[in-house]
């Protein structure tokens, strides 16, 4: 399979089925390669071991290891790693997105010197997990750049990962605890369920990405892959994340049928933003729509409070403007501890300045995906697995910024999820690999 960046020819690399099923990459004989090849598959290694971390293995030391493995392999790599020196010092996108991550850092520690309030210990995790988030990007950008393979493997793997995941919570708590059942959750660390919907729906875009090219067996297996992540997905009774994943899809469908240009991009634009004002409209008429819709009815009509928190956290950023009330900060509220806002969340914790940052930085990666989506269009050819993962991308991101107004309150924490549906994405979008991602040969 070639990459973009990459010379070898496509007639070398296997099957997707064939890899799938006689697994050469994980054989003796390509182990006991060269140096070069361990290296070239470290980083991706890493990034199916946070999938897996996430989604399936229920052990904190497990979780512990590969959020350590991912600071450490991202230090080591930015110290030894010529090219992504020149890359993070000269590439516009990574380039601003590391320096507003460690503005953030940065504004973290200046809030445990002069906030005066909470747990200074918290306090300096909290700003250790963001420095973590930009380790996380390098480990991606480095898969992306050194192994010709990772955009094909990320969607096998993330898409049957989360379906075995998926089975193993369904027997769990559907099968085994009928009776107790309420909504579904998985077992690694995003075991809640608002964040098990997140994750969920990058098992089905994943899964159904990687159905587009793949063919036979492998494509039934795939498309059964996303049926049951499909099944776990709803079996949250996550409101917010099932509302966002509709809304992306339409996105998506209008986006891909726009004309190339400037005119285009602000189309997309403004539906993206469409998009996020939605979730806030049903919330300001969650009264109305209940009593239209669900009467007295089931979990799925239960009132989310959302706006009661929302003012909470409006007032405390009232309050601390500047520095935020810190990363231990709680909503005096029974019905959530939290903003349940990606947008309030930052300047909650964190102070506006940090706010700001973070909108940057997501602005910074949605502008560098329309664009690349953008270049592929009219060029009359099958899409490139990088043009796949580009448009992937776009999807997983508009689904964040939906999710986000309900939800997702500090998206600089331990590993989680998010790293799945929000920062995965928005780091593929910074790597040279998907720019101009158009016209190459399909998956194979």
Known sequence: MPSPTSSSPSSSSPSSAKWLTGAPWLTKARLAGSDALHRDRFASTLVYATIVAITLVPLHIFWLAVFVGLIAAGVALLATDGAMQRMFLSDPRPRLAALLILGIVAWEVVGVLFRGAGSPGKAWQAAGNALAILTFGVVVLTALRRDPDFPRRLLLVSGFVLALATVIAILGQVVIEWPTFVRLHLYG????????AGALIFGVATALTAAITARGRLRLALLAAAAV??????????????????LAAVVLAIILRLPAGRRGRLIAALAILAAIAAPALLVFNEGTLQDLACGQGGDICRKSYRLDIWSLAARSIIEHPWLG???????????GRHPHNGYLGPAFYFGIPAALAFFALIVNSLAATLTDIDATRGTGQPLSPAGHLARLSLFLLVFSLVYMVTDLSDAFTFVNAHFLFFWLPAFLTLSPALRGAGGSEAMP
């Open 325 to 335: 009330a810190g990363p231990t900060a709680e909503i005096e509220n029974p019905f």
């Open 229 to 246: 992540n499909a099944a776990g997905f709803i079996l949250t009774f996550s409101r917010g994340p099932i509302v966002a994943a509709f």
């Open 189 to 196: 660390r995003a075991n809640g369920a608002i964040f098990s």
